[in-house]
């Protein structure tokens, strides 16, 4: 919301010497937020009034004058133009060097200079209205019209902003800061609020007396939805334009001037945030009777647009049928017309949220139905009245006011709130003196009674619109008045109840650094919604997905039942930058199943998880390599992030995985997730080019963190342990799982080896077809003694010997 | 003979202090103190004295013998202090190579420091679902019946559950405050926690708005609490978060779940408060609305509004770590982005 603060200054006398910037400020920090001061005459610097004494042709362009033009102190000077309504004695105007115009009302501002114009000399720039940003306030008629300013008796040279009262600051306002504030919206509010914040008189606004007698009247069929209409007949009134000091100041609020008799509405509502609205009397049959629409009635509005209305709406007919929307626009039957000489004005309340209801059915949010839907008071009819039959007896004189009907069938009642004064300062953490908490609440007109610790507390009309309706409104009253910043911050006092011991909380942060610390992965955040492409790629069905009613692109509509689709997304968009790496991500999935109600028996959510997903990518190691980092993130994270392990099993492929490497990830009997390599056609839909992509999800609300550490001490090995490595020829078949059975299940092998560990395994050339050689890592100890080299050998044959007669594997002659 | 053996140690010091090298020194050591060197040969030319200068000699020959052996091992141990296993020419200008190691995300990051300092006040981390009903994200915030964030431009509501009454109407929640009362609902008061988590809005995005973000809600509930308590909980936050004493400034603000409520605003710590671009020239950072829970919000979670009261800030994740780092398009956040990922050690 923008303000004059010339205009506020009608009904609040502020001292000369406060500093705008202070006044700024100090709204923002108790009432509202100012976005923004604006002095408006820096707008119109090295801009003044001229007067054109010559018009002279330009030598070299048709289109172009050379206007001899007085600015002032005898200066006449040449200037180029090439509008098309110059004459001369005309006042303009002029742009002098060092003022900031836009060509043609358009584009980025720009200094004007002397210059030559097609090799005349021009000082400075006679200007259209829009380009100096003026086409509101003086809409020109083609794109080439200067404006013309005779109308002001002023003379040649004075400055711009004097001859079109511009010497004003302009406030504005944030207007989600003000949405619990109707009373604020208009420049007699934000008055109140100063006077009410710096202990000024503010002015009243003296009521108007009708003194009329005739059968003039007005029907409320709902007192809910229309708590007050007051109607005013007026004839000997006639369409012109309103004085420039009203068109003035409905520009630096933000409209557009119409005619005296809209801009009359229009300057109400700004003054006093109530909403009026004229109607030609000649075209309302019979009398006004404001009521529900019926099902299916017509109305077109002002705009032309054409509705077909329902019940909810309140409209304001007469005999014929409707001829506005109340409280939001006017119809295009009752419009003000070039003809018109009578007229009917409303000034009327309306309910707050049907105005909202039907402003939103229909799509038509204007100013009234902004100002309405905050719950606008119905005793600011009385000022909105007044204030309207003041312009209205201004701007003509030989008006008649024919009829009157004031029908207030629904009165506010003032919130009264008992206040404890004990609480109050418990709660404020400060004792202010009863005298400071009644000066305070008086200041912004509420009325006060202290009796003991009881403070009973009447809200102004003006504030009782639901904005303060209990106890805690009152202390925020009081404590916005003394200013928050000028309560010293005290600390809190809390009994101490035991340390916090979250393992859940500790696990999935442990996770989470586990993966990029130690594994050297990097975290990513992807949306909750997939896109379709990825969900036919990844997921391949949609049973069980969520979808959003309203999702953010209609290819945007699922949100995640499974992580794995955005993560294939981003490895899809970062192959262009990058040829290996690794990521995952922690977030929640949603599936549209097993509802519970675990908050409010009434209310039932679907299951919710919390997974982690990851992807390996790489154009550079091979899949085994690759698998195996994969693999090993996976088994080592128990260990480190100390929780229940896992283990790894082959039941059931996960849609998206390589037919062969795959894996289900189980905790006890249960799967908690799957690991494997993207298959090579899911790849391809996902857009990977040459990425290898190896995925994992797990179920984070399925894992189980330890109590406590369980790292067991093991003793140092009293004698030393050797290495010891075998390569052996296997089944190209053979399992690694099967081989450390071999070696290390029950029976083992032999008792000297401690350990055996895969190194790796080779296919191809030397390699006999069908067969693989995989190289074994066996640790070989003793705790009695150190062991001799045969004794070593021996052990490392007896492991040899065993693999051949379990597994038929041969020692690797070459 | 004692002139010679002065000659001989004057001769023999010189070139132990010229020595650069072990083998140099090695060579020295021959050449006087070994078998055939200078010194030893002396010793053998002893019988030749007169027989009472042997002895006085024999101490001086021996006396120089020792200063030399002595000499050479200070030297030996001097020089060996000063060698290098590699030629003068190692290049110590290369650079280092990165430690392998990947990254949590920025925000991730900013949620954790925040949890540390949240945890060394005593407070309790609390998680909670995405999806929730109109019920929780609006009613039992005391948002009106028309409140204009309950429509569809503002809430993304699922398929099939987009109308009945509000706890049939399920939606990604627009706020975590709902998530709060949920809290309150399964713990006995006094309440001390965080409450991390992404919000969805419905809107249109630009470098300053998104439609996923995160928010960093901290909630205290106690008998005998003030309003202004909560400034030493924001001042001391703030301060650890950014290392250094951040002014900031409580003014008035309005949000349906608070009474009252304030909005926060900390010194723009791009320009240290003397107005830039980031603040709009204002100096101030408007960085997370605060306030007391609504008696009505209280009483949604089973409290009584007399006895209980609280305080309530609703920290902006996105636009701090945004501060920390200078970041000028929230939408980077969730881009997945690894370019601007890695860049956040």
Not at chain 1, 120 to 125: A, T
Request: charged fraction near 25%; proline fraction near 5%; hydrophobic fraction near 40%.
């Amino acid at each position: 919301m923008k303000l004059s603060l010339s205009w506020i200054k009608d009904f609040v006398q502020i001292p000369e010497d406060l500093d705008l910037k202070k006044l700024a400020y100090d709204l923002t920090m108790s009432t509202v937020e100012v976005e923004d001061v604006e002095d408006l005459a820096r707008r119109f610097d090295h801009m003044v009034v001229g007067v054109i004494e010559k018009i002279e042709p330009h030598p070299n362009a048709d289109k172009l004058r050379v206007c001899k033009t007085d600015i002032g102190n005898g200066e006449i000077k040449d200037i180029v133009c090439g509008g098309i309504n110059l004459r001369e004695g005309m006042r303009v105007a002029v742009s002098c060097p060092g003022a900031v115009v836009r060509w043609h009302g358009e584009g980025e501002p720009v200094v004007i200079k002397n210059s030559k114009l097609r090799g005349v000399e021009s000082f400075g720039m006679i200007c259209a209205s829009s380009e100096i940003g003026l086409g509101d306030l003086f809409p020109a008629a083609e794109e080439a019209e200067i404006l013309d300013l005779s109308a002001f008796d002023v003379p040649a040279g004075t400055p711009l902003a004097d001859a079109l009262d511009m010497n004003d600051v302009l406030l504005e306002i944030d207007n989600k800061s003000m949405t619990n504030r109707p009373d604020l919206w208009g420049h007699y509010g934000i008055a109140r609020e100063i006077a009410a914040l710096y202990g000024l008189p503010l002015k009243e606004i003296k009521p108007y007396a009708a003194d009329v007698q005739s059968d003039f009247h007005v029907d409320i069929a709902d007192p809910d939805r229309c708590t007050r209409y007051i109607g005013v007949e007026m004839s000997g009134v006639a369409v012109k334009p309103s004085p420039y000091q009203m068109q003035n100041r409905i520009w630096k609020a933000g409209m557009r001037p119409i005619n005296a008799l809209v801009d009359i509405t229009n300057y109400v509502m700004l003054a006093t945030g109530n909403p009026t609205h004229a109607f030609d009397a000649d075209n309302i049959t019979d009398h006004i009777v404001v009521r529900h629409a019926a099902e299916g009635e017509k109305l077109v509005l002002l705009n032309d647009q054409e509705l077909t209305l329902c019940p909810d709406d309140l409209v304001i007919t007469d005999s014929e049928g409707p001829v506005a929307l109340a409280g939001v626009m006017g119809g295009s039957k009752d419009s003000i017309l070039p003809k018109t000489t009578r007229v009917i004005l409303e000034v009327a309340n309306f309910e707050s949220t049907g105005i909202r209801r039907t402003a939103l059915r229909y799509d038509t949010r204007t100013e009234a139905s902004s100002r309405y839907e905050k719950a606008v008071d119905p005793e600011r009819c009385d000022q909105a009245l007044a204030l309207s039959m003041q312009y209205f007896k201004e701007l003509y004189p030989e008006l008649t006011v024919t009829g009157f009907c004031d029908n207030y069938v629904k009165k506010l009642e003032k919130a009264q709130i008992d206040v404890s004064l004990a609480w109050l300062a418990k709660r404020l953490g400060k004792d202010l003196t009863n005298e400071e908490i009644q000066n305070k609440l008086e200041l912004l007109g509420f009325e006060v009674q202290i009796d003991g610790d009881n403070m009973h507390v009447t809200a102004p009309t003006w504030r009782s619109t639901g904005d303060i309706s209990i106890k805690d409104d009152v202390m925020e009253e009081v404590a916005r008045m003394y200013g928050y910043d000028n309560f010293e911050a005290t600390p809190f006092t809390t009994a101490f109840t035991g340390a916090i011991n979250q393992k859940d909380q500790d696990l999935l942060r442990g996770i989470k650094e586990y993966l990029a610390f130690r594994c050297g992965m990097q975290e990513v955040y992807t949306y909750p919604w997939m896109n379709d492409v990825y969900v036919n790629a990844v997921l391949q069905s949609t049973e069980g997905v969520l979808r959003l009613s309203t999702p953010p692109a209609p290819d945007l509509s699922y949100i995640r039942s499974s992580l794995l689709p955005n993560l294939c997304e981003a490895v899809a968009k970062n192959e262009r930058y990058f040829s290996d790496f690794s990521i995952f991500e922690e977030a929640q999935v949603f599936f549209d199943r097993n509802y519970t109600a675990p908050y409010d028996e009434t209310e039932l959510l679907p299951e919710q998880k919390r997974h982690i997903g990851a992807a390996f990518a790489s154009s550079e190691k091979d899949i085994t390599e690759l698998f195996r980092e994969a693999k090993g993130v996976l088994e080592y994270m128990p260990r480190y992030t100390h929780m229940e392990g896992f283990t790894f099993r082959k039941e059931e492929k996960p849609v998206w995985a390589d037919h062969v490497v795959w894996l289900n990830i189980y905790r006890g009997e249960e799967r908690i997730g799957d690991m494997g390599l993207l298959a090579k056609k899911v790849s391809m839909d996902c857009g990977i080019k040459n990425l290898s992509v190896m995925l994992f999800e797990l179920d984070t609300t399925k894992l189980v963190p330890l109590k406590s550490r369980t790292n067991k001490f093991t003793h140092l090995a009293e004698y030393p342990e050797t290495d010891y490595d075998i390569s052996m020829l296997f089944d190209s078949g053979a399992v690694w799982a099967d081989i450390y059975e071999a070696i290390m299940g029950q029976k083992k092998a032999s008792a000297l080896v401690k350990e055996a560990s895969f190194v790796d395994e080779y296919r191809g050339k030397q390699i006999p077809a069908g067969k693989k050689s995989v190289t074994i890592r066996l640790t070989i100890g003793s705790s009695e003694k150190t062991l001799t080299s045969q004794e070593i050998e021996s052990a490392a044959n007896q492991v040899m010997k065993k693999l051949g007669k379990k597994l038929g594997a041969e020692l690797r002659t070459q | 003979m004692k002139d010679k053996i002065e000659s001989i140690l004057s001769e023999v010091k010189n070139k132990i202090a010229s020595a650069a090298s072990e083998s140099e020194l090695q060579n020295v050591k021959s050449a006087y103190v070994g078998k055939q060197g200078s010194l030893s040969l002396l010793m053998k030319e002893l019988p030749k004295l007169e027989p009472e200068k042997r002895p006085e000699m024999g101490k001086l020959l021996n006396q120089a013998k020792n200063e030399v052996t002595e000499l050479i091992d200070a030297k030996r141990m001097e020089l060996k202090l000063k060698a290098s296993e590699v030629s003068p020419d190692f290049d110590c200008s290369v650079p280092g190579i990165l430690p392998s190691g990947g990254r949590l995300h920025p925000i991730t990051q900013m949620c954790y420091d925040l949890n540390d300092a949240f945890r060394s006040m005593g407070f309790e981390i609390f998680q909670e679902d995405d999806i929730t009903s109109e019920l929780y994200a609006f009613d039992k915030l005391n948002f009106p019946p028309n409140h204009p964030a309950r429509e569809s431009m503002d809430t993304y509501w699922l398929e099939g559950h987009d109308s009945g009454s509000t706890n049939e109407k399920l939606c990604l929640r627009p706020h975590l405050t709902g998530g709060s009362v949920r809290y309150m609902q399964t713990h006995k008061p006094p309440y001390r926690f965080v409450y991390p988590g992404r919000v969805y809005r419905n809107e249109t995005t630009d470098a300053h708005h998104e439609r996923a973000f995160f928010q960093y809600e901290a909630l205290i509930v106690d008998k005998d609490i003030t309003f202004t308590s909560g400034k030493v909980m924001i001042n001391s936050i703030l301060s650890k978060v950014f290392g250094t004493d951040v002014p900031v400034r409580m003014r008035s603000g309005f949000f349906p779940f608070v009474e009252p409520g304030f909005e926060i605003d900390m010194q723009c710590q791009v320009c240290g408060g003397k107005g830039c671009s980031v603040c709009k020239h204002v100096g101030w950072i408007e960085v997370m609305p605060g306030g007391s829970p609504h008696p009505n919000v209280l009483r949604a979670a089973g409290l009584d509004p007399d006895e209980y009261t609280g305080f309530y800030v609703n920290i902006g994740l996105d636009r701090l770590v945004m501060m920390r780092y200078g970041v000028d398009d929230v939408r980077l956040f969730h881009s997945a982005d690894l370019r601007f990922l890695k860049q956040f050690r």
